[in-house]
């Protein structure tokens, strides 16, 4: 469930592009895959579930319920909402950090669809960095997902320098 807050924007994204290029076959062909997917992932976890918990059980469903819906993630432990700012994505980017602040993002930022995916992932990085910063309890690998393209980021600003 954690790393659907990733990937939702990229999808919808994907999504909105193969609609807004009117190519409804790849759009269709899209959503049936993601489907299929989604079908397979959910049945090969229920099954997995079963073989180990010895009765039918959505672990997923039991994440989101103990820490969202109950409120019991606090029990692990409890953080600032800047956490991830001050201390998360320093820890994590290391030396990088300061490269970030030298990527041209205007040059990423064209109407094209190069543009168009470089805006999805860098809206996937905040929305991800900004929803697990509401959140009591924060771990690193909450936001792991955000590391590769924060990388590729960090190495075109380190170009730069």
Not at 97 to 111: E, G, N, S, T, V
Not at 122 to 144: G, N, W
Request: aromatic letters at 12%.
């Amino acid at each position: 469930p954690t790393a659907a807050v990733t990937l939702l924007p990229l999808w919808i994204t994907s999504m909105m592009m193969a609609a807004k290029q009117r190519t409804f076959s790849d759009l269709r062909w899209s959503l049936l895959v993601t489907v299929i997917l989604l079908a397979l992932g959910l049945l090969g976890t229920l099954i997995v579930d079963r073989i180990f918990y010895g009765e039918w059980t959505l672990t997923m469903w039991n994440f989101v319920k103990f820490n969202l819906v109950e409120g019991n993630s606090a029990l692990y432990g409890t953080h600032p909402p800047w956490f991830y700012l001050v201390e998360g994505l320093p820890a994590m980017l290391g030396t990088m950090l300061p490269c970030l602040f030298f990527a041209d993002y205007r040059l990423k930022m064209k109407h094209d669809s190069c543009g168009a995916r470089f805006q999805a992932v860098l809206l996937a990085i905040i929305l991800t960095i900004v929803i697990y910063s509401f959140t009591a309890h924060k771990e690193l690998r909450f936001i792991l997902p955000c590391m590769p393209p924060l990388m590729v980021l960090a190495g075109e600003g380190l170009c730069r320098c």
